[in-house]
């Protein structure tokens, strides 16, 4: 059984940083390319950032160029969204999936997906 599980979210002022991990079971994570959505109320999930499957391609939201850094450890089990300079607008549910598809952000390319972490951004 695949699961994706986030955690590292919570309630940070801005200014501040957070990183989220996703640890990945039941595939072989380092086959898979990894994304990051989040998703706030009333409006439709979007693409944050993603990470091909050898590591060697990054892709990232405009909005969050330059402040996120998405990687994987070493022994590829386990995703990270480093989020820095955190705004409130950033606040919303992150969600992490894994897919065989790169080059395309949209959330129908990736197969499996994570419970989602909340991260809450305060002014």
């Known amino acids: 059984q695949v699961q994706l599980v986030e955690s590292g979210g919570g309630l940070v002022q801005a200014g501040g940083s957070l990183r989220l991990s996703c640890a990945a079971s039941?595939?072989?994570?380092?086959?898979?390319?990894m994304g990051w959505f989040r998703q706030t109320p009333g409006k439709e999930r979007e693409f944050v950032a993603a990470l091909s499957w050898t590591g060697a391609g990054t892709s990232y939201a405009d909005s969050v160029k330059g402040r996120f850094t998405v990687s994987r450890d070493s022994a590829k089990i386990t995703g990270y969204l480093q989020m820095n300079s955190l705004k409130p607008e950033d606040t919303a549910v992150y969600y992490c999936?894994?897919?065989?598809?790169?080059?395309?952000?949209?959330?129908?390319?990736?197969?499996?997906w994570g419970q989602g972490t909340q991260v809450t951004v305060s002014s």
């Open positions: 999936a894994a897919g065989k598809t790169w080059g395309d952000d949209r959330e129908k390319w990736y197969d499996y």
């Open positions: 039941g595939l072989t994570f380092s086959t898979y390319a």
